[in-house]
Structure formats: structure tokens, C-alpha cells
């Protein structure tokens, strides 16, 4: 069985790139989970289910983080030398902060579900090119020092998209 240092793409058997295929993954996590189940172990005693226990943890761990794309972009780039440090690095270009501004006003001063709907249909555009400028910098370029500016826009894209279903929860 691989290591359990082997990084998530060793670990899922899958290329080290953002591109992942969702059904590849969710097949080989199932896979993997039957593989390393405890009761597997059952019969080889309490060492051998807590070994088994540790490689489930660590594979559910390694899949939360493949699966989803602003977990696997940062993943990436800590691999590669670039972490994103988001808690120390706020810096983000003024185009950006313009249209977080625009963004936040917009949802301060929308009080229809319809108006909400076109913000968050707006978002998700924005997040769906951010994701693909991802893929390029993290798969074709191989430059995760751009990347990092990348994940931190898609967390904020992620943040806000929580504010704006939230708003629209309580007008529904």
C-alpha cells in the first residue's frame, strides 16, 4: 500500500494538476475506503484497525481536499513552493477590490430575490473564470506564484457566494 506521506495525487493515483475528474476521484475514493476499512482488519487485531482507521482518515482528508477546487488550487501551490498564506497576504490587484466593492454594494442595497439571483448568477460566471485561470496558471504556464493571487480571489468569490445565498434565504 502507498505511503501515508505520499501527497493526495499519489495517494488517488490521479495526475498533480488542477484538472481533476470528479468521477475518477469518487471512484477511487470508494475504492480506496474499501481497501482500508477497519472491519477489513477485524480479525488481525485492535493494531491493525487502528492502522486501517488512520489510512480512512487519511483518505477522506486527501479527497476533501482533491475534490474541491479552492482546497486542490492551494494544495497545489503549496507543493510547489508558493503557499498561499491568505491570512498574511491580502494584497490583490485594484481591479479586484473594485469589483468587490461594486459586489458588496450591490448586496447591501438588494432586497429582491431577483436582484439576488442576477448578483449570484454574476459571482459564479466570475468564479467559473477564475477557476479556468487556475487551470492555466497551476496546469499549462506551471506557475503557482500567479496562482496564489487566484486562490485568494476564489476564496473571497466562495465567502461572498455564502453572503449572497444566505440574503437570499432569508428574503425566500
Same mark, same amino acid.
Given at each position: 500500500?502507498?505511503s501515508l ?28 475506503q474499501?481497501?482500508a ?6 480479525a488481525?487485531?485492535?493494531a ?27 494544495y ?10 491568505a ?8 481591479? @479586484?477590490?473594485?469589483?468587490?466593492m ?27 473564470r ?25 476564496? @473571497?468569490?466562495e465567502? @461572498? ?12
Open positions: 500500500m502507498i506521506q505520499a501527497n493526495d495525487f499519489e495517494l488517488f493515483d490521479v495526475p498533480v494538476q488542477y484538472a481533476q475528474d470528479r468521477a475518477q476521484l469518487d471512484a477511487r475514493w470508494k475504492a480506496l474499501r481497501e476499512h477497519p472491519d477489513r482488519f477485524a488481525e487485531g485492535a491493525a484497525q487502528r492502522v486501517a482507521m488512520q489510512w480512512s482518515v487519511r483518505i477522506n482528508e486527501a479527497y476533501q481536499r482533491l475534490k474541491d477546487p479552492l482546497k486542490r488550487a492551494a497545489l501551490c503549496e507543493l510547489q513552493g508558493a503557499p498561499v498564506q491570512e498574511n497576504n491580502t494584497a490583490m490587484p485594484a481591479a @479586484f477590490l473594485i469589483q468587490q461594486a459586489w458588496r454594494e450591490t448586496l447591501e442595497d438588494t432586497e429582491s430575490a431577483q436582484g439576488l439571483e442576477a448578483l449570484a448568477d454574476e459571482v459564479a460566471a466570475e468564479q467559473r477564475v477557476q479556468q485561470t487556475l487551470a492555466e496558471w497551476l496546469d499549462v504556464a506551471k506557475d503557482p506564484v500567479q496562482a496564489v493571487g487566484q486562490v485568494r480571489a476564489l476564496m @473571497f468569490i465567502r @461572498f457566494t455564502q453572503e449572497v445565498n444566505a440574503k437570499l434565504d432569508r428574503l425566500t
